[in-house]
C-alpha cells in the first residue's frame, strides 16, 4: 500500500470489449490549497472533499473545453456550497454556513435542499440542470441526477479524511448489448466493495488490479489537477461594470470605496473612487491595479 500523496492525478480507465467506463481521481495538495484560507469544520470539510472530487470525475467526462459547477444550495445550517472545476482540471471550491453545524452527517445540514449543475463551455450558450436533493449523501445524489436528468447510468464512490478526498467513478455508455449489461452488473457490483482506504490509499493501478483483477481494465495516462482561483483584477473590473454606475456610486457614497473578498480564495480588492469611477469612462478599459 502506498502513502505517498505528493501528486494530484485523475486517471480514466475502461473495460475492453464493453461499454462501460471509469475514472478515479486522488485530491491532496489540492484540495488542501483550495481550503487553506477557509476556517472550516472537519465534517464539514469531508464533504467538500467528496463534492469536489466528484466534480473532477464528472468533469472528466464531457466532451467540452470549459467549466463545470456544481452546487447544493439550501434553507438550512448549509445554505451553499461550489465546486469549480474547469476541463484542464483547475478546481477552486467554498461553503456558506448560516450559524452551527449540529450534526456530523450532510442530510443534517440541509433543508429543502437543490443541486444545480451548470456548464459553461468556452464556446457555445452555457446549461443549467436544477434538480431537488435525492438521496443521504454527495455520491446517492450525483447518481440520481445522473441518472434522471442526463439518462446516464453513474456509479459514484466518494471517500475523505482529513485534506484527502479520493472517488472512483464507472458509467455505462448509451451503446448497451448483453454483454455490456453483465459487464456493467458485475463491474459495478466489484467497485461496491471498495473501502476509504483502498480508496484513498491505493495508486489507481493496484485499485483496479484489486477490484477488478478477473476483467481486461485498460488504464490510460494520469491527468494533474491543482487548485486555481480565476478571481482577478480584471474580474471584478468587468463584474463593477455590470452593475452599473448608478449602483457602483451608492456604494461609494455610503462606503467611500468599493471592497471585495473572494469567497474562494479570500483575496481582498480595494477599489478607490478614482479607479472605480474610471472604469465608465468612454476612454480605453482601465484594468485595476490592486
Not at 501528486?7 to 475492453?16: A, C, R, S, V
Not at 485530491?27 to 470539510?45: V, Y
Not at 483575496?267 to 491595479?289: C, R, S, V, W
Request: glycine residues 6%; charged residues 20%; aromatic residues 6%.
Amino acid at each position: 500500500m502506498t502513502t505517498d500523496h505528493t501528486q494530484d492525478i485523475l486517471h480514466p480507465f475502461i473495460f475492453d470489449n464493453s461499454a462501460v467506463r471509469g475514472n478515479c481521481v486522488h485530491l491532496d495538495l489540492s484540495l488542501q490549497n483550495a481550503l487553506e484560507h477557509q476556517s472550516l469544520p472537519p465534517a464539514l470539510k469531508q464533504v467538500i472533499g467528496e463534492f469536489t472530487a466528484a466534480s473532477v470525475l464528472l468533469t472528466s467526462t464531457l466532451k467540452m473545453e470549459g467549466k463545470l459547477i456544481l452546487q447544493l444550495q439550501s434553507q438550512g445550517a448549509l445554505q451553499l456550497l461550489v465546486v469549480e472545476c474547469t476541463s484542464q482540471l483547475d478546481i477552486r471550491t467554498t461553503a456558506k454556513v448560516q450559524g452551527e453545524l449540529h450534526g456530523q452527517h450532510l442530510t443534517d445540514w440541509l433543508q429543502q435542499g437543490q443541486l444545480v449543475i451548470t456548464l459553461m463551455p468556452e464556446n457555445g450558450e452555457p446549461y443549467q440542470g436544477i434538480v431537488p436533493l435525492e438521496g443521504d449523501s454527495i455520491a446517492t445524489m450525483l447518481e440520481n441526477y445522473m441518472l434522471r436528468s442526463q439518462q446516464i447510468d453513474t456509479r459514484l464512490w466518494l471517500f475523505a479524511e482529513n485534506d484527502q478526498a479520493a472517488g472512483l467513478l464507472l458509467q455505462k455508455l448509451p451503446q448497451q448489448t448483453e454483454q455490456d449489461l453483465d459487464c456493467w452488473n458485475r463491474v459495478q457490483h466489484l467497485a461496491g466493495t471498495v473501502t476509504a482506504q483502498e480508496l484513498l490509499h491505493l495508486d489507481t493501478a493496484t485499485l483496479l488490479q484489486r477490484l477488478f483483477a478477473e476483467e481486461d481494465v485498460r488504464l490510460f495516462a494520469g491527468r494533474d489537477i491543482r487548485a486555481f482561483c480565476s478571481c482577478s483584477p480584471e474580474n471584478v473590473a468587468n463584474m463593477l461594470k455590470m452593475l452599473g454606475i448608478a449602483e457602483v456610486s451608492s456604494i461609494l457614497d455610503e462606503q467611500g470605496s468599493v471592497q471585495i473578498q473572494c469567497d474562494f480564495c479570500n483575496k481582498h480588492y480595494l477599489i478607490d473612487e478614482q479607479e472605480a469611477m474610471a472604469l465608465f469612462t468612454d476612454d480605453d478599459d482601465h484594468p485595476l491595479t490592486h
